[in-house]
């Protein structure tokens, strides 16, 4: 299928940086056996990860901005783009060897997210959104689930972990919720659970305290799938209050409905 060649230039370096990660893996299996674990060298693998993706996206488009989760932000003399990265989104998982993590990429002009670039190379999941261009699963068409009744929906959330985040809210939510849905789930990669919402295999996903690499690609491309991607708490942008809340129109309003008032 041909893309754009902006999608292309993120989905080159997207690849590079995941035969990167994978050939970390592998290692890691090594290392779990060690007392000290494997966790200096993962830290290492995510800045070797972050490095490639910006000399890659800096050579291919020089001046944009670039802001990833281990380097900070890297202004450009070009002021309307900025690339949003996480190099490894789902950290714990790829720490214990679980395969789902993922590369993320976006591309915000001005204030607009326009592209999006989501990789797990060890499934060899490929998913991509452009801005009025539709959403992407390895060349497959993405559209969000149609299911309009919560009980027949799989839902997936975030929980925070040790030190992070209100855990009595969240095990609030998860009282609401459980007793109406198919199913909860806690995958560990916000990337991939926005993935999974555009590809319809999860009805509906919500996470408080997300940081805008960890949703940006991932919230276009659940649009581009038909989808609705709000905060939780307003109808605004969950990349400026780092809460995010989406499904298809119906199941969103049903998530919100119940979401919101735990709150207020
Ligand atoms: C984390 C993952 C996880 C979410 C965390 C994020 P990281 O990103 O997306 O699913 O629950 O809040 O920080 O640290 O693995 O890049
Ligand atoms: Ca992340
Ligand atoms: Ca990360």
Redesign the pocket.
Known sequence: MLHSALINVMVKAARRAGRSLSRDLGEIENLQVSLKGPANFVSAADRRAEEMLYADLAKARPGYGFIG?EGGRREGADKSHTWIV?P?????NFLHGIPQ?AISIALQREDTVVAGVIYNPATDELYIAERGKGAFLNDQRLRVAARKELKDCVIAC??PHIG?GDHELSRREMAELQPRVAGLRR?????L?LAFVAAGRLDGYW?R???PW?MAAGMILVREAGGVVSDIQTPGDPLLSGDVICGNEIIHASLTKILRPLTA
């Open positions: 989760e996480d490894l989104d789902g950290t714990t993590f975030g929980l992070r995958f560990g990669a916000a990337s659970d996470e305290n997300l940081k960890d």
